[in-house]
C-alpha cells in the first residue's frame, strides 16, 4: 500500500487538481537531482525540482504478480543538468530515480510516491533522449544462482580470487594518444599482452574516476581498450594500469598466479560435446 497523506488523499478526489509530477534522481556518484512537470522550479524537502527538463513518462503500472513494472522517460535535453556527454559516459546508468506527484499549490500535503527504480538502458538522439526505469520487481525476476563452468567464476582480484592487485597496479601517465581506444605511456615496459584484460583507471583529465578493460597491450606501452572512452584522451592524462585474468585454470590461475588452490570453476567437468558422444556410442 502507498502512503499517502489524508489532506493529498482528498484532494484527489475532487473534480479539479493542481497536480505536478516530481523526479528525484540519485546518481550513483553521489549527485542528488529533481525535475518537475510543472512550469515552476518546486522545493521538496529541501531539494529544488527544476521546472525546464520537459520528462514525458509512459503509463505507470505496477502488478501484484510480480510482474516486472518498467517504464520509459522521454526528455528533452534542456536542462544543463542532463547533458548527453553524461548520459553517454554512464553518468546517469543505475541511477536511482522516485517518481511522485505532489499539489504543487500546497506542497505541505506532502507527495505521493508513484514509482521507484533504477535507469537501465538509456538511448539519445537529435536533442532528445529515452531512458529505461527499472523497477523493483525487476531485482525478482533475475536469475540468482551460480553454474558450474570450465572458467573461473571469480573476479580477478576480489575475495575468492585472493590475488592481491594493490602491488599489480601502476600509476603511469600518456605520452601519445592514437584514438579514444589507444594510447601510448611509455613508463610501461611490461611484456606484451601483460595487462590484457586488465583494467584502466584515469586519474586525471576528463576521465578521471572512470575506468576500461584492457583489450590489448602491446610492448613499448601501447594500451588498447575494449571500448572508447566518453572524453578525448588527452598527452599529460594519468592513470592507474592493472593486468587481468583469462580466467583459465592451467594457463592463468596456476601458471601465472600461482593461485590454483582458489580457482572457482570446474575446468575437467565434460562438457556437452563429450556428453553426447558418450551417450551415443
Known amino acids: 500500500m502507498k502512503a499517502i497523506s489524508p489532506a493529498l488523499d482528498a484532494h484527489l478526489a475532487q473534480p479539479q487538481t493542481s497536480l505536478a509530477t516530481c523526479w528525484r534522481a540519485d546518481l550513483t556518484d553521489g549527485s542528488i537531482l529533481g525535475f ?4 515552476r522550479d518546486i522545493v521538496l524537502d529541501g531539494l529544488t525540482y527544476e521546472a525546464s527538463a520537459g520528462f514525458s513518462p509512459t503509463a505507470i503500472a505496477s502488478n501484484a504478480d510480480l ?3 518498467n517504464l520509459e ?8 543538468s542532463i547533458t ?24 505541505s500535503q506532502g507527495a505521493l510516491v508513484q514509482q521507484v527504480g533504477t535507469v537501465g538502458e538509456v538511448r539519445v538522439q537529435r536533442g532528445q533522449f529515452t531512458a529505461e526505469l527499472r523497477g523493483l520487481a525487476q531485482q ?28 599489480l597496479t601502476v600509476s603511469a601517465t600518456v605520452t601519445s594518444v592514437q584514438s579514444d581506444r589507444q594510447f601510448t605511456a611509455t613508463a610501461l615496459t611490461q611484456a606484451a599482452n601483460y595487462f590484457r584484460l ?58 601465472r598466479w600461482t593461485n590454483g588452490i582458489n580457482f572457482r570453476g570446474e575446468p575437467y567437468v565434460p562438457g556437452l560435446d563429450e556428453m553426447v558422444q558418450a551417450g551415443g556410442s
Open 36 to 39: 518537475t512537470s510543472h512550469d
Open 140 to 167: 525478482v525476476q533475475q536469475q540468482v544462482g551460480q553454474i558450474y563452468s570450465a572458467t573461473c567464476r571469480a573476479k580477478f582480484g576480489d575475495t575468492r580470487c585472493g590475488v592481491a592487485l594493490g602491488p
Open 198 to 255: 586488465g583494467l584502466v583507471t584515469f586519474t586525471s583529465g576528463d576521465n578521471i574516476g572512470r575506468a576500461f578493460e584492457v583489450s590489448a597491450f602491446a610492448s613499448g606501452g601501447v594500451v588498447s581498450l575494449e571500448l572508447p572512452t566518453p572524453f578525448v584522451i588527452q598527452v599529460g592524462n594519468t592513470f592507474n594500469i592493472s593486468p587481468g585474468c583469462g580466467k583459465r585454470f592451467v594457463e592463468d590461475c596456476v601458471g
Open 67 to 69: 510482474a516486472a513494472d
Open 84 to 107: 548527453e556527454t553524461d548520459l553517454q559516459s554512464g553518468r546517469w546508468d543505475f541511477a536511482r530515480i522516485t517518481i511522485q506527484i505532489v499539489n504543487w499549490a500546497d506542497l
Open 73 to 80: 522517460l522521454d526528455g528533452v535535453l534542456a536542462s544543463p
